[in-house]
């Protein structure tokens, strides 16, 4: 942190006051506060304050490093046990002076981010800090973000503060458990738009060239949910909403603000009657943000998007615009389940993730055909889900965080894919009516204020009448997941035997309650499901004894219940041999997955998963299904099988997606065939297609060929060194000049396959601060490009020598982008005994050790399938 005046003692005394307080009986001669927002100091302040008001007056300029601002906190005070006590603030990253305490002048010392004022300056009951300070503006790596368009010149500057940044950018008390009212007045210069939480009541003219905007105080959030964005922003009016974008995308985002803003309503519409509760603040902007490090942030009454999540670079399909309707409405979830009620701890960060994902496709499924919905949200969560939870890095969905300044390592699949799926089997177990008023009565409840997850589950309760300990302590305190096998026989034509088997696919010894509906296939005639429960190790299903004999069984059908659903062999064999037969979208959907599984289970060769793709592809008419079978075969084809074999299979594999591109009736059909062909292409005639392609000599049916397509394209033909990458990237540099052109010929440039290439970008990854987040995380695929592990293992130990560094500086889910890119880019036994000899040699913080667990899994996994099926 920058201090007012410089002093070579640590813990100097100094005139000022930081951005985040926290309040605290902290005796002077005790240790000081810890870095970050500890449990027991979040704990002890949120004991003794409460009624906190922030009064912010920001000034914000073009071309700046610094963000000057004033600020005034008034908070209620219980008394101090110890007169010697100390008020502790939050402040990292900024310099502070003029700190007064009820009007008196006073002094703060600092400590590991906080600046602690002594207890004698406050009295029992209402107090008032008022401090000036000046925190740091920067491209990437701060809480206040510049981004310079390189199309018009313009500047835009944003806030984004979670889970514990408000202490980068003001003094504030920076924990979610002590929400506060926010009121802000921003000076910024007079052909800027400032939007922030809350309307604006006044504005009037500034010193020469600003002008001054004086915003409504806030209801009660916690500091992360506290947001501004401003610059040249061009507002779109619309029913009720309005979508803000920066100017030189103005004219594209009126074409795509309409079907937003009314995805938008439709979704406040229907969730204020779900949750029988009104939209929870006074109104509601859709901000679109040029080089946002994630797809939304749902800040309250201002959610802020990544403009390429809503502005598509491509020509969507019918998947990408509900993919993008999923977003929008999992952000507006957010304003009930994470705004208006708020975990108290971030161990409870599923509380607001989990749910927002459930109610977007909750919301969904009454805007769309409902099963067509739960097969994408089957396709959109359980497999990520399923991947980290066999992982030796996985978690709890309620995780132990001692303290905030590890809050980022919660963010993942656990909580994004794993908790929607367990919320839809807790649906399936109490009744879809049950769940719908145990939502209703935590959110009347705790409106306003903060939860934990032992409220919801007696709200569920109380809603349903049944005990839910055992269920809730099974899944949302247990790691991992159960597999379930089902184990059946036939004798003259009927079920003699049926038996489900329930294992802990760690070997932790856990087991879990599961309800679920088992499908019972036969030629010529419906299928048939029972309802079964199980909370042991295995169970006899009696109502299935006696039942005609299947062709093939699957226990799991319609996706009500969590764990790893295998095919057993004889349903494995006759599903793959028969695929075509399965009529229903949804459950062909489930069989392929339960295939996909048995690949990486070893089970199934993934040479046989691409020969299935190869001949049933043709056939499938859903996008959905189409789509999610395509990745798996190109994650097949380039990780899973050896040279020889991918040499052997990529002529017919090519051949098939090219027929697809041409020959599918549905454009977004044709699309998803287009771009798996530009991912897997790898013969000298596939390359060849993607130069035609290029110079407009051949074409793709209906498909308008985009900037971000040729990008893509020359990315594919740098990475496989074809020899007219170089110059297609230069003649594709003079041909889009773009500020968007201009980054994805940077990441273009990564797949380079030259040593020279790879040691500047990592270079520019570790020290070049001027460049954005998104440009690093856009470019870390094809620096890691599939095909060249070997170009990239030297960077291996370094990348992992970097992840305190990266933990610290860079966004939230960036962490996980860097370790897929690096240990995911490489295939060998050797790379992964290099990340294990660095784990024990280097041992990380905790949370850091789990993400590299996790990761390696899929490393591990790949030299063990490699080693039993690429011969």
């Given amino acids: 942190?920058?201090?007012?005046?410089?002093?070579?003692?640590?813990?100097?005394?100094?005139?000022?006051?930081?951005?985040?307080?926290?309040?605290?009986?902290?005796?002077?001669?005790?240790?000081?506060?810890?870095?970050?927002?500890?449990?027991?100091?979040?704990?002890?302040?949120?004991?003794?304050?409460?009624?906190?008001?922030?009064?912010?007056?920001?000034?914000?300029?073009?071309?700046?490093?610094?963000?000057?601002?004033?600020?005034?906190?008034?908070?209620?005070?219980?008394?101090?046990?110890?007169?010697?006590?100390?008020?502790?603030?939050?402040?990292?990253?900024?310099?502070?002076?003029?700190?007064?305490?009820?009007?008196?002048?006073?002094?703060?010392?600092?400590?590991?981010?906080?600046?602690?004022?002594?207890?004698?300056?406050?009295?029992?009951?209402?107090?008032?800090?008022?401090?000036?300070?000046?925190?740091?503006?920067?491209?990437?790596?701060?809480?206040?973000?510049?981004?310079?368009?390189?199309?018009?010149?313009?500047?835009?500057?944003?806030?984004?503060?979670?889970?514990?940044?408000?202490?980068?950018?003001?003094?504030?008390?920076?924990?979610?458990?002590l929400k506060a009212r926010f009121h802000l007045e921003i000076?910024?210069?007079?052909?800027?738009?400032?939007?922030?939480?809350?309307?604006?009541?006044?504005?009037?003219?500034?010193k020469p060239g600003f002008r001054h905007t004086d915003f409504a105080e806030t209801p009660p959030l916690p500091t992360y949910l506290f947001a501004f964005a401003a610059g040249p922003f061009r507002a779109i009016p619309g029913e009720g909403f309005r979508l803000?974008?920066?100017?030189?995308?103005?004219?594209?985002?009126?074409?795509?603000?309409?079907?937003?803003?009314?995805?938008?309503?439709?979704?406040?519409?229907?969730?204020?009657?779900?949750?029988?509760?009104?939209?929870?603040?006074?109104?509601?902007?859709?901000?679109?943000?040029?080089?946002?490090?994630?797809?939304?942030?749902?800040?309250?009454?201002?959610?802020?998007?990544?403009?390429?999540?809503?502005?598509?670079?491509?020509?969507?399909?019918?998947?990408?615009?509900?993919?993008?309707?999923?977003?929008?409405?999992?952000?507006?979830?957010?304003?009930?389940?994470?705004?208006?009620?708020?975990?108290?701890?971030?161990d409870d960060l599923w509380l607001k993730e989990g749910f927002a994902q459930y109610t977007a496709y909750e919301t969904l499924a009454t805007l769309y055909p409902p099963n067509d919905i739960w097969k994408r949200f089957y396709q959109s969560f359980k497999p990520a889900a399923y991947t980290i939870d066999s992982t030796a890095g996985t978690t709890p969905i309620h995780q132990s965080i001692a303290n905030l300044k590890d809050a980022k390592s919660a963010y993942g699949a656990i909580v994004y894919s794993k908790t929607p799926g367990i919320l839809r089997q807790l649906s399936f177990v109490i009744g879809e009516t049950a769940f719908r008023d145990g939502v209703r009565l935590f959110l009347r409840e705790h409106a306003y204020g903060n939860a934990e997850w032992g409220d919801l589950i007696h709200a569920y309760e109380r809603a349903s009448g049944q005990s839910l300990a055992a269920w809730a302590d099974a899944w949302i305190k247990q790691r991992g997941m159960p597999q379930l096998d089902a184990v059946w026989s036939c004798a003259e034509g009927r079920i003699d035997q049926f038996r489900l088997d329930q294992t802990d696919v760690l070997g932790e010894g856990h087991l879990w309650p599961i309800r679920m509906q088992?499908?019972?296939?036969?030629?010529?005639?419906?299928?048939?499901?029972v309802s079964a429960s199980l909370s042991n190790s295995?169970?006899?299903i009696p109502e299935l004894i006696g039942k005609p004999c299947p062709v093939w069984v699957f226990a799991n059908d319609q996706d009500y219940a969590y764990g790893r659903f295998l095919l057993d062999e004889h349903s494995m064999q006759r599903v793959a041999a028969h695929i075509e037969t399965v009529a229903d979208p949804f459950r062909r959907a489930l069989v392929w997955g339960?295939?996909?599984?048995?690949?990486?289970?070893?089970?199934?060769?993934?040479?046989?998963?691409?020969?299935?793709?190869?001949?049933?592809?043709?056939?499938?008419?859903?996008?959905?299904?189409?789509?999610?079978?395509?990745?798996?075969?190109?994650?097949?084809?380039?990780?899973?099988?050896?040279?020889?074999?991918?040499?052997?299979?990529?002529?017919?594999?090519e051949a098939m997606l090219e027929h697809g591109m041409?020959?599918?009736?549905?454009?977004?059909?044709?699309?998803?065939?287009?771009?798996?062909?530009?991912?897997?292409?790898?013969?000298?005639?596939?390359?060849?297609?993607?130069?035609?392609?290029?110079?407009?000599?051949?074409?793709?049916?209906?498909?308008?060929i985009k900037p971000l397509d040729r990008w893509n394209m020359i990315t594919a033909l740098l990475a496989h060194a074809d020899p007219a990458g170089t110059?297609?990237?230069?003649?594709?540099?003079?041909?889009?000049?773009?500020?968007?052109?201009?980054?994805y010929a940077y990441v273009a440039a990564a797949a380079s396959p030259d040593a020279a290439t790879k040691r500047q970008y990592f270079k520019d990854y570790m020290e070049n601060r001027a460049l954005q987040e998104d440009w690093v995380e856009q470019s870390l695929s094809a620096f890691n490009y599939w095909n060249q592990a070997a170009l990239t293992l030297p960077y291996l130990e370094a990348a992992l020598d970097s992840l305190p560094q990266i933990k610290r500086d860079r966004k939230i889910f960036f962490v996980l982008a860097w370790l897929n890119a690096f240990i995911g880019g490489q295939d060998t036994a050797a790379a992964a005994s290099e990340v294990r000899q660095w784990l024990k040699a280097n041992p990380p913080e905790a949370d850091l050790e789990r993400k590299v667990l996790e990761v390696l899994d899929e490393l591990d996994r790949t030299v063990r399938i490699r080693a039993r099926f690429s011969r």
């Fill in 244 to 346: 803000f974008v920066r100017q030189s995308k103005f004219e594209r985002a009126v074409q795509e603000a309409p079907e937003v803003m009314q995805i938008a309503r439709a979704g406040v519409r229907h969730m204020a009657e779900y949750f029988q509760h009104p939209f929870p603040f006074e109104k509601y902007d859709l901000v679109l943000i040029p080089g946002f490090p994630f797809g939304g942030m749902e800040h309250a009454g201002a959610t802020f998007f990544r403009e390429e999540s809503i502005l598509f670079r491509s020509v969507p399909t019918a998947g990408d615009k509900i993919q993008r309707a999923a977003l929008v409405l999992h952000e507006t979830a957010h304003q009930w389940f994470g705004d208006l009620v708020t975990m108290r701890w971030f």
């Fill in 538 to 540: 295995g169970a006899v």
């Fill in 594 to 653: 339960a295939m996909w599984d048995g690949v990486r289970e070893l089970r199934m060769a993934p040479s046989m998963y691409l020969g299935l793709s190869i001949r049933a592809l043709p056939a499938e008419s859903d996008e959905a299904l189409t789509q999610s079978v395509l990745a798996h075969t190109a994650t097949a084809f380039q990780h899973y099988l050896s040279d020889a074999q991918r040499a052997a299979m990529a002529p017919d594999l």
């Fill in 187 to 206: 000076v910024a210069p007079d052909d800027w738009t400032v939007v922030s939480n809350t309307r604006i009541e006044s504005t009037a003219p500034g």
């Fill in 518 to 529: 088992i499908l019972l296939a036969y030629d010529g005639a419906p299928p048939q499901t």
């Fill in 727 to 743: 110059a297609l990237l230069s003649a594709e540099q003079v041909r889009d000049p773009t500020g968007d052109g201009r980054k």
């Fill in 1 to 177: 942190m920058y201090l007012a005046r410089k002093s070579t003692k640590p813990d100097q005394w100094l005139r000022f006051s930081p951005l985040c307080a926290m309040l605290v009986a902290l005796p002077l001669a005790a240790q000081s506060p810890a870095e970050g927002v500890s449990r027991e100091l979040a704990k002890a302040r949120a004991s003794r304050i409460s009624d906190v008001h922030y009064h912010l007056s920001l000034e914000l300029a073009s071309d700046t490093d610094r963000l000057p601002g004033r600020e005034e906190i008034s908070l209620n005070l219980l008394g101090m046990a110890d007169p010697r006590g100390s008020v502790v603030l939050d402040y990292r990253d900024g310099s502070a002076t003029n700190l007064t305490v009820n009007g008196a002048a006073a002094e703060a010392q600092t400590a590991n981010g906080h600046l602690i004022i002594a207890g004698h300056y406050f009295v029992p009951g209402q107090n008032r800090i008022a401090l000036d300070f000046a925190s740091g503006i920067a491209t990437s790596g701060r809480a206040i973000t510049r981004y310079l368009d390189r199309d018009d010149g313009a500047q835009y500057i944003y806030s984004l503060f979670v889970p514990m940044d408000a202490s980068q950018a003001f003094p504030c008390f920076d924990q979610p458990d």
């Fill in 662 to 704: 041409q020959e599918s009736p549905d454009l977004s059909l044709r699309i998803h065939y287009y771009r798996t062909f530009r991912s897997v292409a790898v013969t000298p005639a596939a390359l060849a297609r993607l130069k035609s392609i290029l110079a407009g000599q051949s074409s793709v049916p209906g498909l308008e």
